[in-house]
């Protein structure tokens, strides 16, 4: 398949993962939907990794054992802020958010002396901050309960971008989609750490004979597998900046299933603050393009 469709389709999926956590998660509760869920995707997944090339061979840490270990650490707690958060926000302010990696990424690159930064990517900056705070309705008399949930996404935003400088060091040693298994693997005992001290199989012990539910969490870690893989195969035939760039649809498409499924609607506000968002991505991914954040000692690939 061609880059174009292959990333258009990976979009689409993503979209899909998300809106159906948010279905598991009005089940469930965060430890249940990500351990069971996390099931599925590794069952998937694994398939997938085991199956081809040399098999499990291709799981040795081939000396990362310790950059594999703080990855695992940094998705388990990505993951549960993530979960978390949609107990408290919308999957519009959830897709839209977690976008601001971008951002991360160029600043933790500059923190460590992997990036460069101008005038135009600093004005860039003010700019989706007012956005964000418009998203989030922000006020100084009072903040919205919403906002609990935002600065959660904002966190796993942060850690996602962490994540990519931990990958860059992996990916010296292994390929790509033994490191997702074993990612998705630790965040699996992340969720079984949570569901059991939470004790959330008593609480909720009746739940476990919900059809709905274990129709929604099944589909979501079979889908969750797939964007992976499309996600990996679509960078392997395109510039992440590209990529980048079609993400940027993902949070308009969440918007309008968050209308359509859930009757969420945006306030004024709200549409303004994630034009602003949204445009100044753009912008900063479009700088990116022209080579304005070339690292200083040569191409990393994220």
Same mark, same amino acid.
């Given at each position: 398949?061609?880059?174009?469709?292959?990333?258009?389709?990976?979009?689409?999926?993503?979209?899909?993962?998300?809106?159906?956590?948010?279905?598991?998660?009005?089940?469930?509760?965060?430890?249940?939907?990500?351990?069971?869920?996390?099931?599925?995707?590794?069952?998937?997944?694994?398939? *997938?990794?085991?199956?081809?090339?040399?098999?499990?061979?291709?799981?040795?840490?081939?000396?990362?054992?310790?950059? !594999?270990?703080?990855?695992?650490?940094?998705?388990?707690?990505?993951?549960?802020? @993530?979960?978390?958060?949609?107990?408290?926000?919308?999957?519009?302010?959830?897709?839209?958010?977690?976008?601001?990696?971008?951002?991360?990424?160029?600043?933790?690159?500059?923190?460590?002396?992997?990036?460069?930064?101008?005038?135009?990517?600093?004005?860039?900056?003010?700019?989706?901050?007012?956005?964000?705070?418009?998203?989030?309705?922000?006020?100084?008399?009072?903040?919205?309960?919403?906002?609990?949930?935002? !600065?959660?996404?904002?966190?796993?935003?942060?850690?996602?971008?962490?994540?990519?400088?931990?990958?860059?060091?992996?990916?010296?040693?292994?390929?790509?989609?033994?490191?997702?298994?074993?990612?998705?693997?630790?965040?699996?005992?992340?969720?079984?750490?949570?569901?059991?001290?939470?004790?959330?199989?008593?609480?909720?012990?009746?739940?476990?004979?919900?059809?709905?539910?274990?129709?929604?969490?099944?589909?979501?870690? &079979?889908?969750?597998?797939?964007? /992976?893989?499309?996600?990996?195969?679509? !960078?392997?035939?395109?510039?992440? *900046?590209?990529?980048?760039?079609?993400?940027?649809?993902?949070?308009? &498409?969440?918007?309008?299933?968050?209308?359509?499924?859930?009757?969420?609607?945006?306030?004024?506000?709200?549409?303004?603050? &994630?034009?602003?968002? /949204?445009?100044? @991505?753009?912008? @900063?991914?479009?700088?990116?393009?022209?080579?304005?954040?070339?690292?200083?000692?040569?191409?990393?690939?994220?």
């Amino acid at each position: 398949m061609n880059a174009k469709p292959l990333a258009i389709l990976t979009v689409v999926v993503m979209v899909a993962q998300t809106l159906l956590m948010r279905a598991a998660l009005a089940h469930w509760p965060v430890g249940m939907v990500g351990t069971f869920s996390r099931v599925f995707t590794i069952a998937m997944l694994g398939a *997938w990794v085991l199956g081809r090339g040399r098999g499990w061979r291709r799981l040795k840490p081939r000396g990362s054992g310790g950059w !594999l270990a703080a990855m695992s650490v940094n998705a388990i707690v990505i993951n549960l802020l @993530l979960f978390t958060s949609l107990k408290y926000t919308t999957v519009t302010n959830h897709a839209l958010l977690y976008r601001l990696d971008v951002v991360f990424v160029i600043l933790i690159g500059i923190v460590l002396g992997l990036e460069r930064i101008g005038w135009r990517e600093l004005l860039l900056l003010p700019l989706m901050l007012f956005g964000v705070a418009c998203v989030a309705e922000i006020r100084f008399t009072r903040l919205e309960p919403h906002v609990t949930g935002d !600065l959660m996404v904002v966190g796993g935003a942060l850690g996602f971008a962490i994540n990519a400088f931990i990958l860059r060091r992996i990916f010296r040693a292994m390929d790509t989609e033994a490191v997702a298994l074993i990612n998705v693997s630790a965040t699996g005992l992340g969720f079984l750490g949570t569901m059991l001290v939470r004790n959330e199989l008593t609480n909720f012990g009746d739940g476990l004979m919900d059809t709905a539910a274990w129709l929604w969490v099944a589909l979501f870690g &079979m889908t969750f597998a797939i964007y /992976l893989t499309l996600y990996y195969a679509t !960078l392997g035939r395109m510039p992440v *900046w590209k990529l980048r760039m079609w993400m940027l649809s993902a949070p308009v &498409m969440v918007a309008v299933a968050d209308w359509i499924l859930w009757d969420t609607r945006l306030s004024t506000q709200q549409r303004i603050g &994630m034009g602003m968002v /949204l445009a100044g @991505l753009a912008g @900063l991914i479009h700088l990116e393009r022209n080579g304005r954040f070339l690292p200083r000692n040569g191409n990393l690939k994220e």
